[in-house]
């Protein structure tokens, strides 16, 4: 939209010929959203400043977390019945695999959430403005139509949500269907039948396994020795194992060297070895969105990736300008964003719901799926911190048997003076539903006596809770008499002490 073609549902007062409003948002991924939503909740007028507004929610809906996720969840749909009724009618439904059907499956995902989020943005009156959001001083905002005159806005707050984009250095020839980054990933024509993947971390895994799972031979490449460098060892070990069982192959510790353009080919020297791929997907990395908006011009710092610096309340140096999302970093999640978006608003407008959740799941959407919250065991032998394991293998849960599991573990770390969770740790099947659980419990600041005198539905995969509680109690009382656990502040206050 135009200053020309404004939302019907609302005029914004107009003070000296320019558009007034509470709130102003540039980017409209979750943080954006939800903040104006919070906002209008509040009755404040807020308008947001989207440069594809035919296309909003940019990664979050469109390129990266709800298309991925949904071909995710088809493909571990179809594997998981590989136990019952074996791999050559799992290899035979994906070798018939429509993958227009499937993709399509991904896009209507997509337009459906995006739908969704009209609607919410329709029913509370807020204005969308098309182009690109300069900002000028602490109050306003230039916003540069692709097709029509500049005009400025002013708002008593602003939040820069502009998302973050696949980091593409100079020297990797990206053209879209040879070389791709995650933006292009999804784009690509046809699967195919080969392809390395540079990058470890969450965007390299996730997608590992789903081309794997569609049948491509895949191999993962990363500079570092380990895969997903922020996960607990032990569960990055069993993803890793996992993943190998479903055919993605690893080559750790060596970097990418060299890509050379070869006909339809790449060909990548990764230290001794030689890759001849039909796809090279580059995955190291993102930077935030963050140039040419008039940060600098302000005064307003930022890392060396981007990133806006901010407060526990999320605003910069100018109290009136705020940032979320992938535009401040790590840990640029949905979900973290989501809530960061709302506490801007709720900030902004004097409304107290607490500071930021110290404690929140991280997930990682590969096949088997895996999530975490709190500490891992290198952090806690790092702080020397006296504490135990408690374990539950999947093969060791009758839930878990029953599906044919032959990977998956619920870790659960527990402090050996307050008997508290400090880190709980799952990979396998439904993992990021089941952290929710051991979360509550950790915000609470309940105590591993309390998960083993909770009766669980038998046989589900949350049982598992029960059986690491165990395995913990044991350890802390070898004498297999459970005592009542010790009078100690919350983990939650021990932790920011």
């Known amino acids: ?48 400043i989207e440069k594809m507004p035919n296309r909003i929610g940019g990664c979050w809906i469109h390129t990266g977390t709800l298309p991925s996720k949904t071909l995710r969840e088809s493909l571990a749909t179809i594997h998981s019945i590989k136990n019952h009724v074996g791999v050559s009618w799992v290899d035979r439904v994906v070798a018939d695999l429509h993958t227009g059907k499937l993709f399509g499956r991904a896009k209507k995902v997509s337009l459906q959430e995006e739908a969704l989020i009209r609607k919410h943005i329709d029913n509370n009156d807020i204005v969308m403005f098309e182009g690109y959001g300069s900002i000028e001083n602490k109050f306003s905002v230039r916003i540069l139509p692709h097709n029509d005159t500049p005009f400025t806005v002013k708002s008593d707050f602003i939040l820069v949500a502009t998302g973050s984009r696949p980091r593409r250095p100079d020297n990797i020839p990206f053209d879209g269907w040879r070389v791709v ?14 392809m390395l993947i540079y990058g470890a971390g969450v965007v390299g895994c996730e997608y590992a396994c789903i081309f794997s799972a569609l049948g491509v031979d895949v191999t993962v490449v990363d500079s570092r020795t380990r895969i997903l460098q922020c996960l607990d060892s032990e569960i990055g070990g069993e993803l890793q194992r996992s993943m190998e069982n479903l055919g993605v192959k690893f080559i750790l510790g ?87 978006g709302r506490h801007v608003a709720c900030h902004a407008f004097g409304i107290n719901i607490g500071s930021f959740p110290k404690l929140f799941p991280v997930g990682v959407y590969t096949i088997p799926e895996l999530s975490m919250v709190g500490k891992t065991e290198e952090e806690l032998q790092a702080e020397n911190r006296d504490f135990v394991v408690g374990r539950a293998a999947y093969n060791e849960i009758a839930r878990g048997y029953i599906r044919g599991d032959s990977f998956g573990l619920l870790k659960l770390l527990v402090c050996k003076n307050t008997h508290q969770i400090i880190g709980i740790h799952i990979v396998g099947d439904d993992a ?66």
């Open 254 to 340: 060596e970097c990418l060297e060299h890509i050379q353009i070869k006909g339809p080919r790449v060909i990548s020297v990764v230290g001794p070895h030689t890759f001849d791929t039909e796809v090279l997907f580059y995955a190291a990395g993102r930077v935030s969105c963050t140039e040419r908006i008039g940060l600098e011009r302000l005064g307003i710092p930022m890392n060396e990736r981007g990133a806006i610096i901010v407060n526990e309340n999320f605003q910069t140096c100018i109290s009136s300008i705020y940032a979320a999302g992938d535009s401040i970093g790590p840990p640029a999640l949905a979900a973290t964003s989501s809530q960061q």
């Open 1 to 48: 939209m135009t200053e020309k073609s404004l939302s019907s549902i609302v005029s914004p007062e107009k003070k000296d010929g320019v558009h007034t409003f509470d709130l102003c948002v540039i980017g409209s991924g979750p943080a954006g959203i939800h903040a104006a939503v919070q906002a209008a909740k509040l009755n404040k007028k807020v308008c947001i």
């Open 432 to 497: 990021c539903n089941l952290i929710h659980i051991g979360l509550a419990f950790m915000v609470q600041g309940s105590h591993i006596q309390d998960l083993v005198n909770l009766v669980f539905n038998y046989p589900t995969l949350a049982e598992g809770y029960r059986i690491a509680s165990f395995n913990a109690l044991n350890k802390l009382f070898p004498d297999g008499v459970f005592k009542n656990p010790p009078t100690h502040t919350s983990s939650l206050d021990e932790e920011s002490a």
């Open 181 to 194: 980054d995650s933006d292009e990933i999804l784009k690509l024509d046809s699967v195919p039948r080969s």
